[in-house]
């Protein structure tokens, strides 16, 4: 059966001391209270070493947010896919839509970084979601369809084990607004569809598929009873233990 995940992606926050402080009190937390579900904290490459130290891996999976399209060399600034593993992650995010648009990540890119990610033996967290607009125009099937048709399709089954997909209306992060629960499992259901299409039913019914936009305490409930929501990738309610157990825990409602 396919795991129920809850993800943070704390994006560009907290230096160094707060992070090592949000991790010690997740893992405190989480040792007094198991969860229901596998939890993924994903920070900024620098916290990656120290927080690997912290947390119980058999609790909390630790992730980056991005990796490199490159394996190694002369590419000043960059982290690659094995520097991140060798900290002790055990996932990567790619395709965020905030890299996408701000960092003209393009399908091509994102296929290059996915295969060095399952190569360095991490796992993916892959992002796909549409804009407004191409929501009011209802291309959001054909966009996530044309996303993972260019990046993750190539992969063999075996291989596709590897990944979680992460469904992220782009009109929805970080905005308050999130997709109703039944708005989000119609196009989980159609994104579980083509990958049957592509990989068979099995693979289908294996994969995690988390919903991300705006996802809360508050709303997850509702979002993770629906048959095709696995879990949720969370950005701003990631970033106090409080607010990030409160979603770990609508697994347990
Ligand atoms: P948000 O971000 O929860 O702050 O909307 C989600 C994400 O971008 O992963």
Request: hydrophobic share 40%.
């Amino acid at each position: 059966m396919r795991k129920k995940i809850v993800a943070g992606n704390w994006k560009m926050n907290k230096n160094l001391q707060e992070g090592v402080a949000l991790a010690t009190e997740l893992n405190e937390v989480l040792a007094a209270d198991k969860p229901n579900c596998d939890v993924v904290i994903c920070t900024p490459f620098i916290h990656l070493a120290t927080v690997s130290g912290i947390i119980n891996h058999e609790v909390i999976g630790l992730g980056a947010e991005n990796c490199a399209d490159k394996a190694s060399g002369a590419y000043t600034g960059e982290v690659s896919a094995e520097m991140v593993k060798s900290t002790g992650a055990e996932y990567v995010i790619l395709g965020h839509s905030e890299r996408r648009e701000y960092y003209n990540e393009t399908p091509a890119i994102l296929k290059e970084k996915v295969d060095l990610a399952l190569a360095n033996g991490l796992k993916v967290i892959f992002c796909i979601g549409e804009s407004l607009a191409q929501r009011e125009a209802n291309e959001q099937n054909a966009v996530v369809k044309a996303e993972l048709e260019g990046s993750v399709f190539h992969l063999t089954p075996e291989q596709f084990a590897n990944i979680v997909i992460a469904y992220e209306p782009i009109w929805a992060i970080g905005t308050g607004k999130t997709a109703t629960s039944d708005q989000a499992e119609e196009i989980h259901a159609y994104i579980r569809s083509i990958i049957a299409a592509q990989y068979g039913n099995e693979v289908a019914e294996n994969t995690s598929i988390l919903y991300g936009g705006s996802c809360k305490a508050s709303n997850a409930p509702e979002l993770f009873a629906k048959p095709d929501i696995d879990g949720g990738l969370i950005g701003g309610a990631s970033l106090k233990a409080p607010d990030f157990k409160g979603i770990i825990d609508a697994w347990k409602a």
